[in-house]
């Protein structure tokens, strides 16, 4: 079973940055796609960033130019650094990796993110 953990949410004012980590209990090289969703309350889940194996990314417009998504190999681990963060930034923020094989999506626990105006 695959585990993924997240790490580095909390509470940050407006306009100030987080850093989220995403531990993955295997070797990602065995992952293909990596991701960030974030879903705020009454709200839809939402793909933030992704990021394949080739280093091929993407993001969604609203975060695009503050947000970086960037994986480490050596440390099975996915990255989402946020900076310039708004109010509107406020979730609660999972993890998710697809199976290269399978196709199996896993996903992690989440960790909240509220930012302060």
């Known amino acids: 079973q695959v585990q993924l953990v997240e790490s580095g949410g909390g509470l940050v004012q407006a306009g100030g940055s987080l850093r989220l980590s995403c531990a993955a209990s295997?070797?990602?090289?065995?992952?293909?796609?990596m991701a960030w969703y974030r879903q705020a309350p009454g709200k839809q889940r939402e793909l933030v960033a992704a990021?394949?194996?080739?280093?091929?990314?993407n993001y969604e417009d609203s975060v695009k130019g503050r947000f970086t998504i960037s994986r480490d190999n050596a440390k099975n681990t996915v990255y989402l650094q946020m900076n310039s963060l708004k109010p509107e930034d406020t979730a609660v923020y999972y993890c998710?990796?697809?199976?290269?094989?399978?196709?199996?999506?896993?996903w992690g626990q989440g960790t909240q993110v509220t930012v302060s105006s």
């Open positions: 998710s990796a697809k199976n290269r094989i399978t196709a199996f999506v896993y």
């Open positions: 990021i394949i194996s080739g280093g091929t990314t």
């Open positions: 295997i070797n990602i090289f065995s992952l293909n796609t």
